[in-house]
């Protein structure tokens, strides 16, 4: 039976897309890691284009100030206080419901990083902190999957397609030759910036048309990568400059480093920080303190005793967003707890009203007790 593709008749018409292009499409898995201004655009240019699955990864609710930006969220989205995860497969399961949307509430480290990317053909960068994103770069090679990378700030950005070195014919839904193999993450920046050494959306704002270019631009390079021949898609790294409206692109193509710790040495060491690597996170771009609790999300007495002791402290509000539960509590002193527990591997507590992570994590034990 021949699939009704009149969605895609522009599409089709496309050098090197077609019927056999749309098929790749429509068999493809994405994993899109963060689901804010770049991620939102990248969901819904991937699901208008007719990619088979595309699996969400995040671990924020919608708020009033990613309006300005992040395309997919309502305002009854943040007057609910939607995990973005659900909020962006409600909105993707309308747009296109010959997509499959696999949404995960949950953060993104080095105990459940690589299970998420496994599981996937190509992973696209939409992330706020440069530790996940090396994180993501240790998973591209380590298992040798193509890692879209994206950022903006302000009116700047950048983005690149980056294919590991390393055979991948008969492998996966995207192919190309070790020629074609490009710099990982690592090899272009060997090491994250400290904090505070680069400018982030926190301390300098981020225009919104910036934040979707960048993004549409990591989106047409998903789609080009799955469609065609990735050997067809030039190794670029492209720059954004909107203040000037100047664009600039410099190639990639040669500037692996055959001593790079990561894709040579094969030394992945933001993967190895399992167990080790901090159960808090401070979210960018709010006054908040996101804490793993640890707890299994399917473990229902888990949940159901975090709710209990959450009760004890104040009134708690409880709502269902797809397959996550969330609670929150109002707090004294403009503080709020939000615990989330979904589909994902750990049940989720967001403090907002601090960023000191000591602070938060003495009210998630004062009111939860763990």
């Not at 007719?50 to 708020?63: A, N, Q, S, W």
């Not at 070195?165 to 920046?189: K, M, N, Q, V, Y």
């Not at 989720?348 to 000591?358: F, N, Q, R």
């Amino acid at each position: 039976m021949i699939p009704d593709w009149t969605r895609y008749q522009r599409q089709l018409q496309l050098p090197r897309f077609g019927a056999r292009a749309q098929q790749r499409l429509a068999s493809a898995r994405v994993l899109v890691a963060g689901c804010g201004a770049l991620g939102t655009v990248v969901c819904e240019q991937l699901a208008r284009a007719g990619i088979g699955t595309i699996t969400i990864v995040d671990r924020d609710l919608v708020e009033l100030s990613n309006l300005q930006r992040q395309t997919l969220f309502t305002e009854q989205d943040a007057r609910r206080a939607v995990p973005k995860a659900e909020a962006a497969k409600a909105r993707l399961t309308v747009v296109n419901a010959t997509v499959a949307v696999r949404a995960f509430v949950d953060d993104l480290h080095a105990g459940n990083a690589r299970r998420y990317a496994e599981a996937c053909d190509l992973i696209v960068d939409c992330l706020d902190n440069f530790e996940t994103r090396y994180l993501l770069n240790d998973c591209a090679v380590d298992l040798r999957i193509p890692l879209v990378y994206g950022g903006a700030v302000g009116m700047q950005g950048m983005a690149a397609a980056l294919l590991p070195h390393g055979e991948r014919f008969g492998h996966g839904a995207i192919r190309w030759s070790d020629a074609r193999s490009t710099p990982c993450l690592r090899c272009l920046a060997p090491e994250p910036p400290a904090p505070g050494e680069v400018a982030t959306c926190d301390t300098a704002g981020i225009l919104g048309p910036v934040a979707g270019i960048v993004a549409s631009i990591e989106a047409g390079l998903a789609l080009r990568l799955i469609a065609e021949d990735a050997d067809d898609v030039p190794a670029e790294l492209v720059r954004l400059d909107f203040a000037r409206l100047a664009f600039s692109n410099a190639s990639i193509a040669d500037a692996r480093d055959a001593a790079c710790v990561c894709c040579a040495l094969r030394r992945f060491d933001f993967l190895a920080q399992q167990g080790g690597d901090k159960p808090w996170r401070v979210l960018c771009g709010r006054n908040a303190v996101e804490i793993r609790l640890g707890a299994a999300a399917a473990d229902a007495s888990a949940f159901a005793r975090i709710e209990s002791q959450l009760r004890a402290a104040g009134s708690v509000a409880s709502s269902v967003h797809g397959d996550t539960r969330v609670l929150r509590a109002e707090l004294a002193g403009g503080t709020a707890i939000s615990v989330l527990a979904g589909n994902g591997a750990s049940i989720l507590a967001i403090v907002d009203g601090t960023s000191d992570p000591e602070q938060a994590r003495s009210i998630v034990a004062r009111c939860i007790g763990v």
